[in-house]
């Protein structure tokens, strides 16, 4: 498995979880690392991404809620989930991607669901 993610689960409103993604050292050279949501019916939509100099892009749906960080020591990429809504609720995909398109990788999804 190359990209193996943890952490999701049920939470009421307002509550918090965080992802963790860990990242196989086989892969090399990646420029981005990624976190993504589907719910039944609907494309996969962005949700945060970390790149190689440390600068974060977020969703605005999840700014100033969620941050994405990288534990280098792990080799993990992680999102942590604050003020929780119902809306989150969804499949949550870390991926990675390797600089100069070179490729993707993603992982096998972790069920996060938000109860009202």
């Known amino acids: 498995v190359q990209l193996q993610a943890s952490g999701g689960g049920l939470v009421q409103v307002g509550g918090s979880l965080r992802l963790s993604c860990e990242v196989s050292?086989?892969?090399?050279?990646?420029?981005?690392r990624s976190w993504y949501r589907q719910v039944p019916g609907k494309q996969r939509e962005f949700v945060a991404r970390?790149?190689?100099?440390?600068?974060?892009d977020y969703a605005d749906s999840v700014k100033g809620r969620f941050t994405i960080s990288r534990n280098i020591a792990k080799n993990t990429v992680d999102l942590q989930m604050d003020n929780l809504r119902p809306e989150d609720t969804g499949v949550y995909y870390c991926?990675?991607?390797?600089?100069?398109?070179?490729?993707?990788?993603w992982g096998q999804g972790t069920q996060v669901t938000v109860s009202s």
């Open positions: 050292r086989s892969i090399s050279g990646i420029a981005t």
């Open positions: 970390i790149v190689v100099n440390r600068q974060t």
């Open positions: 991926r990675v991607d390797r600089a100069g398109g070179a490729g993707h990788y």
